[in-house]
Structures are given as C-alpha cells and as structure tokens.
C-alpha cells in the first residue's frame, strides 16, 4: 500500500502567511549569501536546506488516498485537498469520463467535506463515486452541504457522475480487493467520526482523525481499543497541546501526548500527528513535533517514529 497525505490541516484551510513565507526567504537568503551560492548550484542548494525552509507543513483540510498494490486508489476525506487530487486524476480516466473513485469518509464536519464541490471529476459523465461510511443519510448530508444555489451554484444531486452511497458496518469488514480488507471504528466526536484500517499484504495502515483520546480511556478496564493494535502506519488527530486538551475538554481532539502515549500501547510501528490547529504557524508545529519526540524519550521509548503530517508525503507500506 501507498498512503499519501493530501490535506493535513484541522478546522479550516490555512494558508503561509505573508510574514512567515518573508521570515523564510530572509533565513534562505542569509544561508545563501554566507555560503556565496552560485547561479549553477540553486538546485543543490535548495536540495540541502534544512526542512524547516524547504517545506511546508500545508493548509488543506483533511484528504488522505490509499493506492493498493494493484494500483486502486481509495480517498479518505474530502476536506481542500481533494482539489489537486482531483485534478492530478483527471490526466488518468476520470479526465476521460471512465473513472471511478472510493471515497471514505470520517464524518460530515466542514472540514472533511468542503473540498468535494472542487472535485472535478464529481462533474464529468461516465465517473463513477463509491462513497463509504456507516452514516446511511450520507447523501442527503451531501445535498445538504451542496444542495442550495445561494450558497454554491451546482447541486450535488444535479453533477453528471454517477453516485453510489456504501453503508458500512463497524462489525463488517469489507473486502475491497481480493486481500484489501477495510474496517472501521467508531470514535469519540462531537456528532461521530469513524476510524478506518486498511490491511493488505500483512501491513495494516489506520487513520483515526477527529476523535478525543483521553488517558482515563487508556486505562479504563474493558476499553475496546484492539482495533488499534499492531499498525504499521497510524495517522492520527493531535490537534491540541496537553494543556489545550484540558482547557478543550469534550471539543472532540486529541493532544500529542496522548497520541503518543496512545500509540506507545497500542505498539504502533509509525505514527503520524495531523489535523493541525489553523492558528498554529509552522515554527508551532515543529515545537510541537519536537516536544511529541521528548515526551517519548520521557517514556524509555525508542519506538513509535513520531513524524507531523507534511502535505505531499507518502508513507509505503
Ligand atoms: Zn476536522
Ligand atoms: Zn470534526
């Protein structure tokens, strides 16, 4: 399996600041003066910054894809990053009106689903959408978000693809292709959202976005957390700080500490923190990266690999 992250930021679209991108080009600049760069050197140069300079955490809301060894692609979310999915998939079938997309979806919050009247292929004819959940008002809670000309000019029910809505079942794996087997979890959040797990080929790979883990629920007795268990790639919601967490109590996230900790227990081999604060610039995120780091050196833990989720990553399974 492939997963790669196509919106990682929580809550609302956030895009590189002005002041920031400055800040950056400014330490670019500098590093670059001091070192006397060449015209003919700048891509080896840019190619050794440091990855605070060279990259951006990025500012679209939740999308994930999964492609399976057989090269089928599965979407999970719509949040702003199904845009230039949808247009990276128009170059393939979809641009030809012979394409199909799974799509899975967490929940209904804005977030998860704001990007999907930007998805291209939604409007071409002959496109066929799967879409996943075990909510069984899916679509009319997709006509509600696009359903109405004073907020977006084309109805969702009105797009020339073909839809089909999938109910899931928590008890119900699905076998998607013949050893891609997906499963989901309901999760803590104001109004649900749904952990999904990808297994294929002995790896197992989970996204668990939108939840609130707390560490009462780790120790509580009976707690049914086995669907967690053993991931080899666990991309999770660490919204918060840990005293966030507190001031935040019951707003459905979950902090970075006990994401690791959660991880830790549940002997997760990677894990990746997402559904990053809007207010947070990048310098914030990287603080946050190195204390989730310290706090599992405080744990005697060399494992789990703690990484933030970066827009345009790919993880191979
Ligand atoms: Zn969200
Ligand atoms: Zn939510």
């Known amino acids: 399996m492939e997963i790669k992250l196509m919106g990682v930021r929580g809550s609302l679209p956030t895009p590189l600041v002005n002041d920031e991108y400055r800040e950056r080009l400014k330490s670019i600049l500098d590093l670059a003066a001091r070192e006397g760069l060449r015209p003919d050197r700048v891509e080896d140069f840019i190619g050794k910054l440091p990855r605070e300079l060279s990259t951006v955490y990025g500012g679209n809301t939740t999308c994930v894809t999964v492609t399976s060894s057989s090269g089928n692609i599965y979407i999970i979310d719509c949040g702003t990053g199904i845009r230039p999915l949808g247009d990276q998939l128009l170059k393939g079938p979809c641009g030809r009106g012979e394409g199909m997309a799974n799509i899975f979806i967490t929940h209904t919050h804005w977030d998860h689903i704001q990007g999907l009247p930007f998805f291209k292929p939604l409007y071409i004819k002959g496109n066929t959408l799967n879409f996943y959940s075990p909510y069984p008002d899916m679509e009319n809670r997709l006509i509600h978000q696009q359903g109405d000309f004073r907020f977006f000019p084309a109805p969702f029910e009105k797009t020339a693809s073909t839809k089909h809505f999938h109910l899931m079942d928590p008890e119900t794996p699905l076998v998607m292709e013949k050893d891609l087997i997906v499963s989901c979890f309901p999760l803590k959040h104001p109004g649900g959202s749904i952990a999904y797990r990808f297994k294929q080929g002995g790896k197992t790979f989970i996204f668990a976005t939108d939840v609130e883990l707390t560490g009462e629920m780790l120790e509580k007795p009976g707690n049914d957390t086995d669907f967690f268990l053993g991931a080899d790639l666990l991309i999770i919601d660490s919204q918060y700080t840990l005293d966030e967490s507190f ?67 790919v993880f191979k399974l």
């Open 247 to 313: 001031m935040k109590f019951d707003w459905g996230h979950t902090s970075y500490t006990v994401a690791v900790n959660c991880a830790i227990r549940w002997d997760v081999e990677t894990l990746v923190l997402t559904h990053h604060e809007p207010s947070y610039s990048d310098a914030a995120l990287r603080n946050i990266h190195s204390e989730a780091l310290e706090h599992r050196e405080a744990m005697s833990m060399s494992r789990p690999e703690v990484i933030m989720a970066t827009e345009g990553t």
